[in-house]
């Protein structure tokens, strides 16, 4: 089985450009998370996704960040314009609500690090 | 809304030792407590966690204990290996519905296992 697909896995980028980062989730996963990791630190939630509907985008500063998952499969997160202190890793994690238990392991993609100059 | 305590930040051991690391919570809904270790260039993988009507779990050199009065929780490695070397993060969560939830991470602790 597939794990969590992120693209690109480096991106550097001058400030006030914008960037986009890709989140393909393990397939049959229908809740979809985007995590910010800054170096050194534990994974922060941005937003999490239940199919196409975004539950919890309450830490997503929506000023400059934007994501959508149109077809409840694959995310894209969006950064315009981006600045110095977005630099980071941005995580993609997603899990099933469909099981057994009511507590779901998240599995997590490698990552992409992004770069603001 | 939840806070998770970790530590140490750092903690280096002999290979063949034990390694404990410390989380905290102050979220007394929390009732899901997973364990998660990061290697260099890679995401997060989970590794053990522990529910709350559960006060300990073993797997193989891991095991996870939880003591909800006191709101904390530990992950004890045994017999380390120079693999076990990485970030772990402990985490809290609770269930809110029966569907999926927040995850609070604590800091990390860097785990050196020395050969």
């Known amino acids: 089985e597939a794990g969590v697909v992120q693209s690109p896995r480096y991106k550097i980028i001058e400030k006030k450009q914008p960037v986009a980062f890709w989140c393909n989730p393990i397939?049959?996963?229908?809740?979809l998370y985007w995590y910010l990791q800054n170096l050194g630190q534990g994974p922060e939630l941005l937003i999490r996704?239940?199919?196409?509907?975004?539950?919890?985008d309450s830490q997503l500063p929506k000023d400059r960040f934007s994501a959508e998952r149109l077809k409840g499969v694959d995310s894209t997160l969006k950064i315009q314009p981006a600045e110095l202190g977005d630099s980071a890793v941005y995580l993609c994690?997603?899990?099933?609500?469909?099981?057994?238990?009511?507590?779901?392991?998240?599995?997590f993609g490698p990552g992409t690090r992004l770069t603001v100059l | 809304g939840e806070n998770v305590e970790q530590h140490p930040s750092t903690l280096s051991v002999q290979e063949g030792d034990s390694a404990v690391i410390k989380c905290t919570y102050s979220?007394?809904?929390?009732?899901?407590f997973p364990w998660y270790k990061q290697e260099l260039g890679k995401g997060p993988q989970l590794i053990i966690d522990i529910r709350s009507n559960v006060g300990e779990k073993k797997d193989q050199r891991i095991a996870v204990t939880l003591n909800k009065t006191a709101k904390h929780f530990s992950l004890h490695i045994t017999e380390t290996q120079p693999e076990d070397s990485a970030v772990y993060f402990c985490a809290a969560s609770s269930d809110s519905g029966g569907s999926n939830y927040k995850l609070t991470f604590g800091k990390g602790t860097l785990l050196t296992v020395n050969p």
């Open positions: 994690a997603s899990s099933s609500s469909r099981g057994v238990h009511s507590y779901n392991e998240q599995f």
């Open positions: 979220d007394s809904a929390s009732n899901y």
């Open positions: 397939s049959g996963h229908n809740t």
């Open positions: 996704y239940e199919n196409e509907e975004a539950v919890d």
